[in-house]
């Protein structure tokens, strides 16, 4: 299977705006980072940014345009709307979904994910803690679904959160779709609090801190690579109070 990625990206966040044009590591981006990632991994696959038609993503859409990648731009709060609009484009039905806020989105769970979907499955990913892995703050996770699947959504509810968080509904309501959920290491069980999800600026700079670390030390670096990192060098704590803030 040559997936299709799209990739969910913008640049009005209310807690860290202009996060993904931001200079991460050299002279690269948060976005241009996890894209250059999934090339490298899917050569074949078709990558799309769905972003918004709002002026602040124009700087956004200027930094991925030397990437070769799809780009689509939508509604800044029906988020959905954009992944339909994307399907109806470009002739999607099954893609992976992928926040652009996870940056350590791990190569391996992705592959490992992609083996084993099959297109009677409405939604997959994994299950952490009891709940989706896109629920939690760990940031090494995505998710496969449907166009049609959210075609499906948009007809059964206009609730705002449904619109904007895209594939919430769908896990929500387990007797109407097929769902499958990927069993995780039991590490997730012991160190919940690990958070590498990037909506913070101190989420930014301990990201920041943690890839050039793990990258240049082990450019093949996984999710426990990430994890061990965060518990050698006392990250936890901070970690926990950053989960608690973002909680709403």
């Not at 966040?13 to 981006?29: I, Q, V």
């Not at 948060?30 to 999934?38: G, K, Q, T, V, Y």
């Not at 099954?94 to 297109?119: A, P, Q, T, W």
């Not at 958070?195 to 426990?224: C, G, H, M, Q, W």
Request: charged content about 25%; overall charge positive.
């Amino acid at each position: 299977m040559n997936p299709t990625f799209i990739i969910q990206a913008r640049s009005n966040s209310t807690r860290l705006p202009f996060k993904m044009t931001r200079l991460f590591y050299k002279e690269f981006s948060i976005l241009e980072i996890i894209i250059n990632r999934i090339k490298r991994s899917f050569p074949n696959s078709k990558i799309i940014i769905a972003t918004t038609d709002h002026k602040s993503d124009d700087k956004l859409v200027n930094l991925i345009s030397k990437l070769s990648v799809f780009v689509y731009r939508g509604s800044i709060d029906n988020v959905i709307s954009r992944f339909i609009a994307i399907g109806d484009q470009y002739g999607v039905e099954e893609f992976v979904r992928v926040c652009s806020d996870n940056l350590f989105l791990d190569m391996g769970l992705l592959h490992n994910m992609i083996s084993n979907y099959s297109k009677n499955i409405d939604y997959m990913t994994y299950k952490v803690n009891g709940k989706p892995s896109m629920k939690t703050s760990f940031g090494f996770f995505a998710e496969i679904s449907k166009i049609s699947v959210l075609k499906s959504v948009v007809k059964n509810t206009d609730e705002s959160e449904y619109l904007e968080h895209v594939t919430n509904y769908i896990y929500s309501n387990p007797g109407q779709y097929r769902l499958k959920f990927l069993d995780t290491d039991k590490i997730f069980n012991r160190y919940a609090d690990i958070r590498f999800t990037i909506d913070t600026i101190t989420d930014f700079n301990i990201a920041k801190v943690a890839y050039k670390t793990l990258l240049e030390s082990n450019p093949n670096f996984d999710y426990l690579d990430v994890i061990n990192w965060a518990i050698e060098n006392n990250k936890l704590e901070l970690m926990a109070t950053e989960n608690n803030k973002n909680i709403k």
